[in-house]
């Protein structure tokens, strides 16, 4: 089951399940450039279809030294304070080297070739996530790709993942997985019993045609793939509307190995868009209105979850 939820897309009931996050900053200045109130902002899609922008070494190092070893040492903690950004995961628009991407006739690549170094460097109130090639100077994560419905048959659905995640990492192995932004894709933790490990899947525009297509979609995948669905984060559980345009709220999702429980936890942060950035650069993102929200759901193989308990 589910332990916490923001609340689908029509409540307007106070979320549930949230975590405060630290102080607001006082409300910057208005921007000369601001639109006028007709103009409605147009949110990204989903995950990563900014466009791709190359970004030098000398420019990456204005903006600090990373933080991931914070982010990875206490991921909700990290995340409770900080607005995870995840647009452009790849600084340079192509997947580091060494990295190896799914595809629609093979969407599951192995953990250990999903490997890629996390870096998280602070700029515009954003906590900015990137990646580079594995072996870097920094935490080691697995990397869990997009694929656009685009790509995939339409009576199929698109699913891009990642196989054979250890249910608990030895020292050495990532113990975090990272995907791009969600603005109506799902992400759900899927349990391999022939070889009692793990798979993530990025299962795009779960709710494009309405949820009842997306668990189809979603209970064919399985049952070609022979996998259980152990968790999952959906479009109602982290998008409503939000701002005087009723932008829908998206959502940072990340999994992460907890210690203290010895399992594994997906986690979306709720985060609302605020701008498209700098021509060629991230989308900036913003604190909602509730704050920084937090949907946290274990994973647990013994406790598999019901079709019929997605939204």
Not at 48 to 74: C, M, N, V
Request: glycine residues 12%.
């Amino acid at each position: 089951m589910k332990t916490f939820k923001i609340g689908g897309p029509k409540s307007s009931a106070p979320l549930r399940g949230l975590q405060n996050d630290a102080p607001k900053p006082s409300a910057p200045t208005p921007s000369p450039s601001k639109p006028a109130p007709s103009a409605k902002p147009v949110a990204p899609k989903d995950g990563f279809d900014t466009a791709p922008s190359k970004i030098g070494s000398s420019i990456r190092g204005l903006f600090g030294p990373s933080q991931a070893d914070s982010f990875a040492a206490d991921p909700m903690k990290f995340s409770g304070q900080n607005i995870l950004n995840g647009y452009k995961l790849f600084q340079n628009g192509a997947p580091p080297q060494g990295v190896q991407l799914p595809t629609p006739n093979k969407p599951f690549v192995p953990a250990n070739q999903s490997v890629a170094t996390l870096n998280v460097q602070q700029q515009h109130g954003n906590a900015n996530l990137s990646l580079s090639a594995p072996g870097g100077n920094g935490p080691q994560v697995n990397y869990l790709h997009y694929l656009s419905s685009g790509q995939g048959k339409p009576d199929q659905g698109s699913f891009a993942g990642i196989s054979g995640v250890p249910l608990h990492p030895k020292p050495g192995q990532p113990s975090m997985v990272m995907t791009g932004p969600l603005n109506g894709c799902a992400v759900h933790a899927l349990h391999n019993k022939t070889d009692d490990t793990l798979s993530f899947v990025h299962q795009a525009d779960f709710s494009k045609y309405g949820a009842s297509t997306g668990k189809q979609h979603l209970e064919d995948f399985l049952k070609k793939n022979d996998l259980q669905l152990v968790q999952s984060l959906t479009p109602h559980d982290y998008s409503h509307p939000t701002g005087s345009h009723g932008i829908e709220t998206g959502a940072t999702a990340f999994a992460h190995y907890d210690k203290a429980s010895a399992q594994w936890k997906l986690v979306g942060q709720l985060n609302d868009w605020k701008n498209g950035g700098a021509p060629g650069g991230r989308p900036e993102l913003q604190r909602p209105p509730a704050g920084l929200g937090q949907w946290l759901g274990p994973v647990d193989p013994q406790k598999p979850l019901s079709l019929d308990e997605l939204q």
